[in-house]
């Protein structure tokens, strides 16, 4: 009888990773901190925006982590705005980080490698318009 569960335990076990593998590896790890700006809700419509271009435009690659971080944003669109003919507005922009790794040779991107703090940087018109990925990556 123990040999039994043993088996089924690991039979089980097995069939949530080729599960989990299937659907891509479940989930990203999120995190948002606290926002003067957004509410959790904008924060959270910005990361599904993001992952939904990450899924379909980054193939064989995996986001392993997405996080917004206030200081970070702020200090980086201010930046922007001085270098840009674009006035980002404060309350319609917003910048996402996020980590991902590379399983194959995906033309600009290293194999088996591991991105960190790829930026993307989102616009929208108003606060009940949805969210635009205005560019991404590095810089």
């Known amino acids: ?23 891509g590896g479940g989930g990203v790890r999120m995190s948002f901190g606290k926002s003067d700006l957004f509410s959790e809700d904008e924060i959270k419509s910005a990361a599904d925006a993001v992952i939904e271009k990450f899924n379909s435009d980054f193939t064989g690659c995996t986001m392993t982590k997405l996080w917004y971080d206030e200081a970070v944003s702020t200090d ?9 003919e ?10 996402l980080l996020c980590n991902f790794t590379t399983s194959a040779d995906l033309g600009p991107f290293e194999p088996n490698s591991t991105y960190r703090q790829w930026a993307w940087t989102l616009v929208r018109e108003n606060p009940d318009s949805d969210w635009i990925i205005q560019n991404y990556g590095y810089g």
Do not use: E, Q, T
Request: aromatic fraction near 8%; proline fraction near 2%; glycine fraction near 4%.
């Open 1 to 23: 009888m123990k040999h039994y569960r043993r088996f089924f335990a690991l039979v089980l076990a097995g069939a949530l990773l080729l599960a989990c593998a299937a659907c």
């Open 76 to 84: 980086a669109l201010g930046r922007k705005n001085l270098h840009s």
């Open 86 to 95: 674009d006035d980002l507005d404060p309350d319609n922009s917003i910048l």
